[in-house]
């Protein structure tokens, strides 16, 4: 008879598999009290194929992931699977072999247990100092929801406002809010304009249609008008990113560092069952000005420079200039 032939896709899930039998998995998974079984194993491919065909943005690389990942199953592909944090990396691997979209990922334990409060303003994650030729520097790991991030952003810009240029460090900014992104870029623009930043396009669930979210600058306390240098890095992840995108297109900074991680595909993250939880992105940013984003590639630096050397690097380009 002749040898049926697995589809590119699903092979491109069976390469990464054979490493779940040979992880030693069972001490990890008894010190936290949860082995899988079949079942669990089968209700979450079950589940993450119903969000790969129903959200994802790109339906019909959606459909063929959900594909590959039934057809693995069927193949008795995790039948040595028994540890729920190495079948969640091993399902991330394979997912995003086919998708090639970073976002996209199997958790085990759910990443809001043992949460700290909400953060008040003053704990946004905002740095601000002086450096030397009275630069500004500003450093930022996240974008927090508008309702925290906006009274610290006004904070942290007005303590910079009178500064001769501004060195933004987006270099371990992992990502966050949106809504936050257009309102820090919103002090660089200028005021007397409204000025469009960026849409994120969300696919309506369990359809091939679409609807735009649009961000628009907003009225911001001070306006930054000086040079301003944005720094990234290989961490650099998302919304980080977009920051630093954004800017670069409206060509409002000067952007100083390495290549970023190349995300630009928001989504949630969905409950499994079983402690098991799968991010599939609904959504994917449009530029206004590039009619494209950053996913895969990355943000390229207008100038080069190691992940070390960065800040000295735009220090002296803000410097120079200055004296200019």
């Given at each position: 008879m002749p040898?049926?032939?697995?589809?590119?896709?699903?092979?491109?899930?069976?390469?990464?598999i054979p490493a779940l039998a040979t992880v030693p998995?069972?001490?990890?998974?008894?010190?936290?009290?949860?082995?899988?079984?079949?079942?669990?194993?089968?209700?979450?491919?079950a589940g993450i194929a119903v969000e790969l065909r129903e959200g994802y943005v790109f339906p019909e690389r959606g459909a063929q992931a959900a594909d590959a990942l039934e057809a693995a199953l069927a193949e008795n592909a995790y039948a040595d699977a028994t540890d729920p944090a190495r079948?969640?990396?091993?399902?991330?691997?394979?997912?995003?072999?086919?998708?090639?979209?970073g976002h996209v990922r199997a958790i085990f334990g759910s990443p809001f247990?043992?949460?700290?409060?909400?953060?008040?303003?003053?704990?946004?994650?905002?740095?601000?100092?002086?450096?030397?030729?009275?630069?500004?520097?500003?450093?930022?790991?996240r974008f927090m929801p508008p309702e925290i991030f906006k009274p610290a952003a006004d904070d942290a810009m007005r303590s910079l406002s009178d500064t001769a240029a501004l060195l933004v460090d987006m270099r371990d900014?992992?990502?966050?809010?949106?809504?936050?992104?257009?309102?820090?870029?919103?002090?660089?623009?200028?005021?007397?304009?409204?000025?469009?930043i960026n849409d994120l396009i969300w696919r309506n669930?369990?359809?091939?249609?679409?609807?735009?979210?649009?961000?628009?600058?907003?009225p911001t306390p001070v306006h930054y008008e000086k040079p301003v240098y944005v720094l990234v890095g290989p961490e650099t992840y998302s919304a980080g990113e977009e920051f630093a995108y954004d800017l670069q297109?409206?060509?409002?900074?000067?952007?100083?560092?390495?290549?970023t991680r190349g995300g630009a595909n928001p989504g949630g993250?969905?409950?499994?069952?079983?402690?098991?939880?799968?991010?599939?992105?609904?959504?994917?940013?449009?530029?206004?000005?590039?009619?494209g984003n950053w996913e895969g590639a990355g943000v390229r630096p207008d100038v080069q420079a190691g992940l070390e050397d960065a800040r000295d690097v735009a220090l002296a380009l803000a410097t120079r200039r200055d004296k200019t």
């Open positions: 040898q049926r032939r697995r589809s590119p896709f699903l092979a491109a899930f069976l390469a990464a998995c069972h001490a990890w998974a008894e010190v936290q009290g949860a082995l899988l079984d079949r079942q669990t194993v089968g209700k979450t491919i079948f969640a990396e091993q399902l991330t691997e394979q997912l995003r072999a086919i998708t090639r979209d247990r043992n949460q700290p409060a909400a953060a008040e303003p003053e704990g946004a994650g905002f740095e601000v100092r002086r450096l030397g030729g009275d630069i500004g520097y500003m450093r930022l790991e900014n992992g990502g966050g809010h949106p809504a936050s992104v257009a309102y820090l870029v919103s002090f660089f623009l200028d005021p007397g304009e409204r000025v469009h669930r369990g359809t091939t249609t679409f609807r735009t979210e649009s961000f628009w600058s907003s297109a409206l060509e409002r900074a000067t952007v100083v560092g390495a290549k993250l969905m409950e499994l069952g079983s402690d098991l939880f799968v991010v599939i992105p609904t959504g994917r940013a449009e530029n206004p000005i590039t009619h």
